[in-house]
């Protein structure tokens, strides 16, 4: 049984988009709903994302994530490239949006600008949270710690930061709307019976999802939380 | 049903084969009846080339009624023109009004090569087929034909699969240039049916290898193609297909050959 | 040379059996020795290609069309009849047989047609093990609906599409063939020549459609499979490609051609719409289970039909034929339709269509759906409704068919009909082992003349085509190839081929070299107008004179004037049509002298003169009945030579739907 052959082939591939991207989907779910602690309290945000720095599961569980994210562009990189180049000649009139959303048909190029966004989220959060340090001390319930909080206030003071972040969710959100809809398809669970329901979730779940991470720098730059 | 002429304007897509580059040439055609079917204009526009000493345009057609799927123009940005569930040769001129402009392109994709002007290379197809889509059954071999009951859910389903025409209009429309409609409609088809259970692992796995081997895109669930079939094929086969491919290779079956 | 059409003896239900028996056999390792061309891959072709390569043989198989999924069999509709008797309803073998003789108006050979019914059921269990998913009932079993000319309920179906659905089934046999390396396919190349040695058909000359070039192919036997040549007449519901070349070529080298006049004219197809028109296309028979067809009592009538009050409306074949009604078979379908429209009660634009109406099936399904669904005293509007949810799911996919082609929706507006040319039943002659008379020489299909006699009863034709690829042929052929096992594959450098492939060029050049000014369309379209006014439904002796001549005239413009754009060594779609056609003139002169030669009325052939007082055909079985097989001489030279038709099971009696 050569695995590698089965994992390479067209529908091998699309497999490998699907369950990584399954799996980035459930990490945005915890992702958001420990960020959304902002809106709780400072204190509450700042225990969640110590919780997350801290504890061993959680960290290979960020391995595995950015495992996922390396296999999700790398692959992602390779399907583009390849579609690429089966049409030959171009069309001089194409279809448009009349046979298809112009979403599902501009996946890497949300994908990039994603990526993109991600070089200088994980700039802003990941790196001096983990790498370079430099962060301020705070204490919750005894406990020293990061102040994620109040990094998080500082740069989104800067607009075009504001800016750059709500391009990369707004990337996401329809990045999302085909991704988590066509991760069903690839693993064949979208039967008549499930589909309008996979389809109509897979919706609702981007825009909820990419709202409130859009909240986020907005609240801070506007002052809604402190 | 009002009847009326039209004059037009089209740009054609002119290949003298497939290793010289193609352009645009520019016709203006004169007096086309509502009534005509697109490929009775396009008999007007040849005949009006020959007159005049020119080559006329080649495309593929035959049987003209919808059913055999050698039809193939790229009408207007659209597989088989603008239609729903429509070949070629059964769009009719009544879609279009006096002065219309109409670009016509033939299928681009890698792996049907232009043969001439609107001609494509359509091959890779049967080899898909000659990978596996089929039953192995010889001639004399088979049971009585009510000896095996197929659950008429099941039949209905797999006949829906099977009304695909092999036109291509699928790889066409996709932006990916992925064949994936084709190939599922049939395994679709053949896993639906007790008969085909017996092969259905290795037919998925052997097809899905072929389809690659000829250069199609990766499917990427897009929708184009259902949009554009002639024939209604459902975007489910496609599920069909990743689901019997999950099961072949998670249950250790292997290619042959 | 006397026609021995080798049917064997004893009684009708053994002869088959007796053959296979007997027959000779080929051992495996000869087979793999033994080298078969297959020309055509429609349900004939591919059927016999499949089940050759399975035994072993060497098969290469050749198609003008870009796949040999694109052959017309994909077009066939309504079904394929099998003696299977699932239903209970007193089907059988010779009940299938019988239907068959009378329907074709005792004009096909009694031991051919029991041998075509007796296989029919194993059609059907082949089809389904192949994957072919024909209409089931809810516990699972397959599905029968009645067909025209017969009583019970033996065809099986695929929706509108069963032809497409066993093209298919045939087609993916060939390609795993194909794969397995027993057969090797040959697309867009067109045969145009056979070649003989030694008295022995040994080979073709066929030309690649893409690039032009010529090329030669060696086969201990060939077979055509070619299909019929309805488009002779320019209008058909043939496909665009669909020619009679093969079996002309054939005809000129030796084989003789069996009843060539015989021609069903389908009454159900869409109207011509103008000039324009390149092909007919065909509404399925069954519509007629459920519409009334009539036309107005007032010749030249030019209101609309929905102005037309039911008493001023004459439903002519309820009229005529108050038996059978509107069900009455084809051939007299057809011709009742262009009596009233020759009459000048044509309806539309062109006055030549007849109106099929649903209004009353509407009605009335309406009326049993309101029943059923419990609404007492439903007005008018609820009939409708309910009645138009029942005739779309019965007959959904042709009103949509119908809808796109004329613009018109039928189910508001009685749809307009006119017949059309449909099948040929005649074809290249064929003994029982399906030989032609030149040894060596197979003729399978639509393209050989064998089993319908004058007219074919619907959903027989792909019965036909499945029966002689997949159990006719694999036997009658090994019984023939067991004496050729010594023979080696002749290189295709023997001066047989170099002479025949130097004909095939020469040929191309001199058409390529008139450089006229008239197109082959044009061409095609002056032929199919001549074939059809005086050679169509209705024939007479003065007519068929005129068109003799007017053919002969039309072949020698042809060969002057005809222009051809384009290079020989190249895609030249125009050179294939004109190649084409060319045989298309050549055969329309045959056609016409058959329809001459037979005094008589029957099936799809009606002779003017020969008809009843009340219009009726008027067969004579006292002196024709035989299959008349005509022997090319050279240019305009025919000679004919009878096979006749013995009776011994059926006895002959004249055919009436009073």
Same mark, same amino acid.
């Given at each position: 049984m050569n695995w590698k052959h089965y994992f390479t082939t067209s529908i091998g591939k699309k497999l490998v988009m699907g369950f990584t991207g399954l799996f980035l989907i459930v990490f945005l779910v915890v992702h958001c709903y420990l960020n959304s602690m902002i809106f709780v309290s400072r204190e509450a945000f700042n225990a969640a994302a110590d919780f997350m720095a801290t504890c061993v599961a959680m960290r290979i569980l960020e391995v595995g994530l950015f495992a996922g994210i390396f296999l999700h562009i790398i692959q992602g990189f390779m399907l583009v490239r390849k579609n690429a180049s089966t049409r030959g000649e171009r069309y001089a009139v194409s279809a448009g949006n009349k046979t298809s959303a112009w979403y599902s048909r501009s996946m890497g190029l949300l994908g990039t600008l994603i990526f993109l966004f991600l070089i200088l989220h994980i700039n802003h959060f990941w790196v001096p949270s983990r790498i370079t340090g430099g962060l301020n001390p705070t204490e919750v319930h005894g406990v020293e710690m990061h102040d994620l909080y109040q990094k998080m206030i500082d740069i989104f003071q800067t607009p075009w930061v504001v800016a750059v972040y709500l391009l990369g969710v707004f990337s996401l959100a329809w990045h999302l709307i085909h991704g988590f809809y066509s991760a069903f398809q690839t693993m064949g669970l979208t039967m008549p019976k499930y589909k309008a329901l996979i389809r109509i979730v897979g919706i609702i779940f981007s825009i909820v999802i990419c709202l409130l991470f859009a909240l986020m720098p907005v609240s801070m730059f506007m002052g809604w939380v402190s | 049903m009002e009847h009326y002429t039209m004059n037009l304007t089209l740009k054609i897509w002119k290949q003298k084969n497939c290793k010289e580059r193609g352009r645009f040439e520019t016709y203006q055609v004169k007096n086309i009846s509502s009534e005509m079917s697109f490929l009775e204009m396009f008999d007007v526009l040849n005949e009006q080339l020959i007159a005049e000493g020119k080559e006329p345009i080649a495309f593929d057609h035959d049987c003209r009624e919808g059913i055999c799927g050698m039809c193939s123009m790229y009408i207007n940005g659209r597989a088989h023109g603008p239609w729903h569930q429509t070949t070629t040769c059964q769009l009719h001129m009544r879609e279009y009004k006096d002065g219309d402009t109409i670009v016509v392109e033939p299928w681009r994709a890698k792996a049907f090569p232009v043969l001439k002007d609107l001609v494509v290379d359509r091959t890779a197809f049967d080899r898909i087929i000659q990978a596996g889509g089929y039953i192995s059954v010889n001639t004399g071999n088979a049971v009585d034909a009510n000896a095996i009951p197929i659950n008429k859910q099941d039949a209905d389903e797999s006949f829906a699969a099977a009304a695909c025409i092999g036109c291509g209009a699928c790889v066409a429309a996709c932006p990916n240039a992925s064949a994936m409609l084709y190939v599922s409609a049939k395994v679709s088809q053949l896993a639906l049916l007790t008969q085909g259970h017996p092969e259905r692992k290795s037919r998925a796995l052997n097809m899905v290898a072929q389809m690659d081997k000829e250069g199609f895109g990766s499917c990427t669930n897009i929708g184009a193609c259902e949009a554009e079939c002639p024939k209604g094929i459902s975007l489910e086969n496609i599920a069909r297909l990743n689901r019997e491919y999950i099961g072949a290779v998670f249950s250790g079956s292997e290619e042959k050959g | 040379m006397p026609l021995v059409s080798k049917i064997p003896a004893g009684p009708i239900a053994e002869k088959w059996t007796t053959y296979k028996s007997t027959c000779k056999l080929v051992n495996p390792a000869n087979k793999r020795q033994l080298e078969v061309i297959v020309i055509g891959t429609g349900l004939a072709g591919a059927s016999a290609a499949a089940s050759l390569g399975e035994l072993g043989y060497k098969v290469k198989t050749f198609c003008f069309q870009d796949s040999p999924?694109? &052959?017309?069999?994909?077009?066939?509709?309504?079904?394929?009849?099998?003696?299977?008797?699932?239903?209970?309803?007193?089907?059988?073998?010779?009940?299938?047989?019988?239907?068959?003789?009378?329907?074709?108006?005792?004009?096909?050979?009694?031991?051919?047609?029991?041998?075509?019914?007796?296989?029919?059921?194993?059609?059907?269990?082949?089809c389904v093990a192949q994957g072919v998913p024909f209409a089931r009932e809810y516990g699972g079993l397959l599905s029968n609906r009645s067909f025209g000319g017969t009583q019970v309920q033996r065809t099986f179906y695929a929706a509108g599409q069963t032809g497409q659905q066993l093209l298919i089934g045939a087609y993916q046999a060939q390609e795993r063939q194909i794969a397995l390396g027993n057969v090797v396919q040959y697309s867009r190349h067109e045969m145009l020549e056979i070649v003989m040695i030694d008295g022995k058909v040994r080979g073709i000359i066929a030309r690649d459609l893409v690039t032009g070039k010529l090329e030669r192919h060696f086969g201990h036997a060939v077979l055509l499979c070619t299909g019929g040549y309805g488009n002779v007449f320019y209008l058909s519901t043939n496909a665009m490609g669909s020619n009679v070349t093969a079996i002309w070529k054939a005809h000129k080298k030796g084989a003789f051609f069996g009843n060539p006049c015989f021609?069903?004219?389908?009454?159900?197809?869409?109207?011509?719409?103008?000039?324009?028109?390149?092909?007919?296309?065909?509404?399925?028979?069954?519509?007629?289970?459920?519409?009334?067809?009539?036309?107005?009592?007032?010749?030249?009538?030019?209101?609309?039909?929905?102005?037309?009050?039911?008493?001023?409306?004459?439903?002519?074949?309820?009229?005529?034929?108050?038996?059978?009604?509107?069900?009455?078979?084809?051939?007299?379908?057809?011709?009742?339709?262009?009596?009233?429209?020759?009459?000048?009660?044509?309806?539309?634009?062109?006055?030549?269509?007849?109106?099929?109406?649903?209004?009353?099936?509407?009605?009335?399904?309406?009326?049993? %759906?309101?029943?059923?669904?419990?609404?007492?005293?439903?007005?008018?509007?609820?009939?409708?409704?309910?009645?138009?949810?029942?005739? &779309?799911?019965?007959?959904?996919?042709?009103?949509e068919m119908y809808e796109k082609i004329t613009g018109e929706n039928p189910y508001e507006i009685p749809m307009r009909i006119y017949p059309a040319v449909h099948y040929t039943m005649g074809g290249l002659w064929v003994d029982y082992e399906l030989q032609t008379t030149l040894p060596g020489l197979y003729c399978l299909g639509e393209a050989n003349f064998s089993d319908h006699g004058a007219n074919r009863l619907g959903a027989s034709a792909l019965m036909q085509g499945l029966a002689d690829g997949y159990f006719v042929?694999?036997?009658?052929?090994?019984?023939?190839?067991?004496?050729?096992?010594?023979?080696?594959?002749?290189?295709?450098?023997?001066?047989?081929?170099?002479?025949?492939?130097?004909?095939?060029?020469?040929?191309?050049?001199?058409?390529?070299?008139?450089?006229?000014?008239?197109?082959?369309?044009?061409?095609?379209?002056?032929?199919?107008?001549?074939?059809?006014?005086?050679?169509?439904?209705?024939?007479?002796?003065?007519?068929?004179?005129?068109?003799?001549? %007017?053919?002969?005239?039309?072949?020698?413009?042809?060969?002057?004037?005809?222009?051809?754009?384009?290079?020989?060594?190249?895609?030249?779609?125009?050179?294939?049509?004109?190649?084409?056609?060319?045989?298309?003139?050549?055969?329309?002169?045959?056609?016409?002298?058959?329809?001459?030669?037979?005094?008589?009325?029957?099936?799809?052939?009606?002779?003017?003169?020969?008809?009843?007082?009340?219009? %009726?055909?008027?067969?004579?079985?006292?002196?024709?009945?035989?299959?008349?097989?005509?022997?090319?001489?050279g240019e305009s030279n025919f000679e004919i030579h009878r096979e006749e038709l013995n009776y011994e099971v059926v006895h002959p009696s004249a055919r009436s739907y009073k």
């Open positions: - | - | 999924r694109r &052959a017309h069999s994909i077009a066939a509709q309504g079904g394929i009849n099998a003696a299977k008797n699932y239903q209970n309803d007193g089907d059988s073998t010779y009940r299938l047989f019988y239907d068959t003789v009378k329907g074709g108006d005792y004009r096909a050979r009694e031991g051919n047609v029991y041998r075509l019914a007796e296989v029919s059921a194993s059609i059907i269990d082949q021609t069903q004219i389908h009454p159900t197809c869409i109207p011509v719409s103008g000039d324009h028109q390149s092909k007919l296309t065909l509404m399925s028979e069954s519509l007629r289970n459920d519409g009334r067809i009539w036309v107005p009592k007032k010749q030249g009538e030019t209101r609309k039909a929905s102005e037309i009050p039911e008493e001023e409306r004459d439903y002519y074949l309820e009229r005529r034929y108050p038996a059978f009604g509107n069900l009455v078979p084809r051939d007299v379908a057809s011709r009742a339709a262009k009596e009233r429209c020759d009459a000048g009660y044509g309806v539309g634009a062109s006055k030549q269509a007849v109106y099929l109406d649903y209004a009353y099936a509407i009605e009335r399904y309406g009326k049993i %759906e309101a029943n059923k669904q419990g609404i007492a005293n439903a007005d008018k509007n609820t009939t409708i409704k309910l009645g138009k949810e029942v005739v &779309a799911e019965k007959y959904g996919n042709l009103f042929i694999p036997y009658t052929l090994g019984n023939n190839l067991a004496d050729d096992i010594r023979t080696k594959a002749i290189p295709t450098d023997h001066p047989a081929f170099v002479a025949a492939e130097k004909e095939v060029s020469d040929r191309i050049e001199k058409l390529m070299s008139i450089k006229g000014t008239e197109s082959v369309e044009s061409f095609h379209k002056r032929l199919g107008k001549i074939m059809w006014d005086k050679c169509g439904m209705a024939r007479n002796e003065k007519g068929l004179k005129e068109a003799v001549e %007017e053919i002969r005239a039309l072949r020698k413009e042809f060969w002057s004037n005809v222009r051809i754009p384009g290079e020989i060594e190249e895609f030249n779609t125009e050179l294939d049509k004109a190649n084409r056609v060319a045989d298309f003139i050549e055969l329309g002169e045959l056609m016409c002298m058959d329809a001459l030669n037979r005094n008589e009325s029957c099936g799809g052939h009606f002779r003017e003169e020969y008809q009843t007082e009340e219009g %009726e055909a008027d067969r004579r079985d006292d002196g024709y009945m035989y299959v008349a097989a005509w022997e090319y001489k």
